[in-house]
């Protein structure tokens, strides 16, 4: 058994349940961490929660079916992601989507109490696939993975779920599933969550290119894993005001992404202030901002990154605590499906 595991509780508690996760698609990234991570490791250490962190592999299959290696590379790394930022396999549950049973046979329950007009008008849905542009040949699966996402978050009863804003119409969706179900079956069985999100502005920060978003497909994002010369190279590289050409020329501080990303990250907002006054009334070059934000970056990311190393020195380690972690989760999904199985009528043989 590898050195990071640990033993945890099998029984639920009375406390209020998150259920929150990724994609294996690849190495998370800033945006990430900015918009979710942080929210997770402040919730989990608050003891106020049971928290179960997902790794959703059978979602990100949806559209990487011919592609199952780069999942299957991915699990590890966004895993190596969790423990690097302070996720504690002590205090919260990570477990893979894949390896809970229980969650198929709920989605194919919920898919009965779901149009497909209704899937249809989902608008996160709808931009995605659009954004992938599947055009006619949308899979299948991806289509209706706002039901499957409706059953990883009613399976473990989660009352809060941390997304960025983008995400709320799938909540509403879920929450839809709930109400159907408890009142086709006459039984308060599945939980209505609520939604958590990021503070105002972190939703979703822009990618380095000064594209609204920040992406693994878009190769414009500094990741959690990035080593100090990659990160110093991407933020000397970054987008700032075209208009800016000299130092003496006044510049623009709006859609300006090296001081969107001062705003959120550097804590002397004093001191961001006046760079911003510099730079618009001209004298201030681009370059010395960078340096300032590689500077601000580097503090925040060189704990994380060390972190990272050294649990990506044990892999066997972090293999084990996926396999702990999806086996307590196994058991409270089994137990909700028993439920439901129960109030449907096809508990046949008890």
């Known amino acids: 058994m590898g050195r990071f595991l640990v033993e945890r509780k099998i029984l639920m508690t009375n406390k209020h349940v998150i259920l929150t996760g990724d994609r294996p698609t690849g190495k998370l990234h800033i945006g990430h961490y900015v918009g979710s991570l942080k929210n997770r490791v402040m919730l989990q250490n608050t003891g106020d929660y049971d928290t179960f962190i997902m790794i959703a592999d059978t979602q990100a299959l949806t559209d990487n079916a011919r592609d199952p290696e780069k999942i299957r590379h991915s699990l590890l790394q966004v895993a190596l992601d969790y423990l690097a930022v302070g996720i504690d396999p002590a205090k919260s549950t990570i477990l893979v989507q894949s390896q809970i049973p229980a969650l198929s046979e709920l989605t194919m329950t919920y898919l009965n109490l779901v149009s497909v007009a209704r899937l249809n008008r989902n608008p996160t849905v709808k931009t995605e696939i659009k954004q992938k542009a599947f055009g006619e040949s949308v899979p299948a699966g991806f289509f209706i993975y706002p039901v499957s996402q409706a059953a990883d978050i009613t399976a473990f009863k989660a009352d809060t779920v941390p997304v960025g804003d983008d ?184």
């Open 167 to 350: 995400q709320e119409p799938m909540l509403e969706q879920t929450r839809e599933i709930v109400r159907s179900f408890n009142n086709v079956y006459g039984q308060e069985i599945l939980v209505e969550p609520e939604g958590y999100f990021p503070a105002k502005g972190l939703g979703r920060i822009p990618g380095l290119d000064g594209n609204a978003k920040m992406s693994k497909s878009l190769n414009n994002a500094i990741y959690l894993g990035d080593d100090a010369d990659t990160i110093q190279k991407k933020v000397m590289s970054m987008y700032t005001d075209p208009e800016h050409i000299h130092v003496e020329d006044p510049g623009h501080i709006e859609g300006n992404t090296v001081f969107t990303y001062l705003d959120i990250f550097a804590d002397d907002k004093a001191k961001v202030a006046d760079l911003k006054a510099q730079y618009q009334h001209g004298g201030l070059g681009d370059v010395k901002i960078k340096r300032y934000l590689n500077d601000v970056l580097q503090a925040e990311l060189k704990p994380i990154r060390e972190r990272r190393e050294h649990f990506a020195a044990d892999p066997a380690g972090v293999y084990d605590i996926l396999k702990q972690g999806s086996e307590k989760a196994n058991q409270v999904a089994a137990q909700t499906l028993r439920e439901v199985r129960h109030a449907v009528g096809i508990d046949y043989f008890g």
